[in-house]
């Protein structure tokens, strides 16, 4: 692991001027400051025109709360940024560093996003081909657009494929990836079940092949992930391993917790 984290620090993405995007996206912004704003609002009219002192404390209370809000997020958005905090670039920095990955083949990037961690990968492995799979929703403001984009920026583009697709359900046939990778993508996924879809992203992983699948795993939607740590062990999985990325990443759980990944861990191993 420490050679891998000595070659991935070597490794600085966005010094072209590449579009990462952020986790926090500035449309939460703008709706937590639209808020803050109409409550304040509201509450010099409640004041001022309709004379009702209740409702006023009321909303000035509510536009202090927004406002507080606004500030965390924005200090959240400002810690993610590549030219910011840097953590977006650290947390991937961490994930391939536990990746047991000789460089060989193909790796498949469940969740890509703006491309960030497939170009990281490819930038690590010169020999690997990388492809990237996304459903790209319009939350985060990411595309294929921008990933190809960023990959041609950083040199890669050769060596690195972007397309839409569905974590539930895998394009591609059983064993066809010698590397798969994902960094938090599972908990965004609503209604899913996030052991199955687990178990849909190591389908595609061939025999041998290595995985590092990060994610906020809380139990509540996890459940007992030691225990499907065993069960993977029991099916014949070796250096499984459950590792705490909201420590190693974020520097301890606290400060994890306060940028809304408290729950961090990445499930680690050989197929």
């Given at each position: 692991?420490?050679?891998?984290?000595?070659?991935?620090?070597?490794?600085?993405?966005?010094a072209h001027g590449?579009?990462?995007?952020?986790?926090?996206?500035?449309?939460?912004?703008?709706?937590?400051?639209?808020?803050?704003?109409?409550?304040?609002?509201?509450?010099?009219?409640?004041?001022?025109?309709?004379?009702?002192?209740?409702?006023?404390?009321?909303?000035?209370?509510?536009?202090?709360?927004?406002?507080?809000?606004?500030?965390?997020?924005?200090?959240?958005?400002?810690?993610?940024?590549?030219?910011?905090?840097?953590?977006?670039?650290?947390?991937?920095?961490?994930?391939?560093?536990?990746?047991?990955?000789?460089?060989?083949?193909?790796?498949?990037?469940?969740?890509?996003?703006?491309?960030?961690?497939?170009?990281?990968?490819?930038?690590?492995?010169?020999?690997?081909?990388?492809?990237?799979?996304?459903?790209?929703?319009?939350?985060?403001?990411?595309?294929?657009?921008?990933?190809?984009?960023?990959?041609?920026?950083?040199?890669?583009?050769?060596?690195?494929?972007?397309?839409?697709?569905?974590?539930?359900?895998?394009?591609?046939?059983?064993?066809?990836?010698?590397?798969v990778v994902s960094?938090?993508?599972?908990?965004?996924?609503?209604?899913?079940?996030?052991?199955?879809?687990?178990?849909?992203?190591?389908?595609?992983?061939?025999?041998?092949?290595?995985?590092?699948?990060?994610?906020?795993?809380?139990?509540?939607?996890?459940?007992?992930?030691?225990?499907?740590?065993?069960?993977?062990?029991?099916?014949?999985?070796?250096?499984?391993?459950?590792?705490?990325?909201?420590?190693?990443?974020?520097?301890?759980?606290?400060?994890?917790?306060?940028?809304?990944?408290?729950?961090?861990?990445?499930?680690?191993?050989?197929?």
């Amino acid at each position: 692991m420490k050679n891998g984290r000595k070659k991935q620090e070597q490794i600085h993405l966005g010094a072209h001027g590449e579009d990462y995007g952020n986790w926090m996206p500035v449309s939460m912004l703008w709706l937590v400051g639209g808020l803050a704003a109409l409550a304040a609002v509201i509450s010099l009219l409640s004041f001022a025109v309709f004379h009702i002192t209740a409702l006023g404390v009321v909303f000035v209370i509510a536009a202090l709360l927004l406002l507080a809000l606004l500030l965390w997020i924005t200090w959240i958005r400002w810690q993610y940024a590549f030219g910011g905090g840097g953590m977006m670039d650290r947390t991937h920095l961490v994930v391939l560093s536990h990746l047991d990955f000789d460089g060989q083949g193909q790796l498949l990037d469940v969740g890509c996003g703006s491309g960030a961690l497939s170009i990281r990968a490819a930038l690590t492995w010169r020999a690997a081909q990388v492809v990237g799979i996304d459903y790209w929703g319009s939350a985060y403001g990411y595309g294929q657009a921008m990933c190809e984009k960023n990959a041609e920026s950083e040199g890669v583009a050769a060596r690195c494929r972007f397309r839409h697709g569905d974590a539930n359900r895998l394009d591609f046939p059983d064993e066809s990836f010698d590397a798969v990778v994902s960094n938090y993508v599972y908990h965004n996924i609503t209604g899913a079940d996030k052991r199955a879809l687990l178990r849909e992203t190591l389908r595609v992983l061939k025999k041998g092949g290595v995985f590092a699948l990060n994610d906020d795993m809380k139990p509540k939607m996890y459940g007992d992930m030691d225990a499907f740590a065993q069960e993977l062990r029991d099916m014949g999985y070796e250096d499984v391993q459950l590792i705490d990325t909201a420590q190693e990443a974020f520097g301890s759980r606290r400060r994890a917790a306060m940028m809304m990944l408290g729950a961090s861990r990445m499930l680690a191993g050989r197929k």
